[in-house]
């Protein structure tokens, strides 16, 4: 588990990359949200397994690259870019290139997990 907010990327890139849901699910705060599609943010841990799931089964390849990290105290925004390709449900290839907004929080135990991942707002 991250200790630093500039670890997290990486340990979730790596997860992906592996096709290891469990460890990606790991990796995000009890209440996380994410941003299926602009306007639609998933409610609850069972639609982010079901969310996090999907990207997994395009079994592709993830790079990110976080450039700029905002602290304020147990909270950080990162702001960065990120590269995926894939295959879609129907064979088509997938290729995403674009920035992101996350919102990491530091957890009780002092390691740091995703609270906001938000892959289409980061330009």
Do not use: C
């Not at 997994?56 to 976080?66: D, F, K, S, V, W």
């Not at 129907?90 to 135990?109: H, I, K, M, N, T």
């Amino acid at each position: 588990m991250p200790t630093r907010p500039e670890d997290l990327h990486l340990a979730l890139t790596t997860a992906y990359n592996a096709g290891d849901l469990e460890s990606m699910l790991a990796l995000y705060d009890p209440k996380a949200v994410f941003v299926i599609k602009p306007g639609h943010v998933t409610d609850g841990p069972a639609e982010l397994r079901t969310a996090l799931q999907r990207l997994i089964e395009l079994r592709g390849h993830l790079t990110i690259h976080p450039h700029t990290f905002v602290r304020s105290d147990d909270i950080v925004l990162v702001l960065g870019r990120y590269a995926l390709s894939g295959r879609r449900r129907d064979g088509s290839p997938l290729e995403r290139e674009a920035g992101f907004a996350d919102v990491l929080r530091r957890q009780p135990d002092g390691h740091w997990l995703l609270a906001v991942d938000d892959p289409f707002n980061g330009d």
